[in-house]
């Protein structure tokens, strides 16, 4: 079983409750294979969010150190529904040094737009990375990359840097799709080419 266990919070994808967009059969998937494990919990609220992650912080979910935030996005945003949304430096605020040594994997389109402000998040909350996409993410093709993305993520060991490199050596072109970059305290990893 995976190294780093998975803490997914999904927001909502659609203000019309009869769709079921989720990442959740992603995440099914792959525990099904043994590749990893996950807790996976839905928020649509600032205050559910602040629920979540303070359960995060319990000694009971120490081997869950993967933080995947399944949301829509915009530069520097992230969008709970249509009507919660926070900034990286609200995120941050939020999470205090919960994230500490840990990944942090935002899933929303073009949230990493901003190099300044993914670089602060990952000073302000000591995250190990900051992983997630300068660009907007189709669903199906996002989908595929998150299941590389999430098997490197709860299985890798070894320094961010070399997280980056083994996915660009495999997974270049489907990374550079959506420009996906890796945000570290001393650099920045882009898939841009």
Not at 34 to 52: N, P, Q, S
Not at 66 to 82: E, K, M
Request: aromatic letters at 10%; proline letters at 1%.
């Amino acid at each position: 079983m995976a190294t780093n266990g998975i803490y997914c919070l999904e927001g909502e994808w659609d203000a019309d409750l009869r769709k079921r967009q989720s990442v959740q059969p992603v995440l099914q998937m792959l525990e099904s294979l043994g590749m990893i494990k996950f807790i996976h919990r839905d928020v649509a609220t600032r205050e559910e969010l602040e629920h979540y992650l303070a359960r995060w912080e319990r000694s009971t979910y120490d081997d869950y150190q993967v933080l995947y935030l399944a949301t829509h996005g915009d530069r520097s945003t992230i969008s709970w529904s249509s009507h919660n949304s926070m900034t990286l430096d609200g995120l941050a605020d939020a999470l205090g040094d919960t994230a500490q040594g840990c990944y942090v994997y935002l899933g929303g389109c073009s949230v990493l737009a901003s190099e300044e402000d993914a670089s602060r998040f990952v000073r302000k909350t000591g995250a190990a990375a900051l992983c997630g996409y300068r660009k907007d993410v189709d669903w199906i093709e996002g989908a595929a990359f998150e299941l590389i993305m999430l098997d490197a993520l709860a299985n890798h060991t070894g320094r961010p840097k070399t997280l980056f490199i083994s996915l660009m050596k495999r997974h270049s072109q489907l990374a550079a799709l959506y420009e996906f970059v890796l945000v570290t305290k001393a650099e920045v990893f882009s898939s841009k080419k």
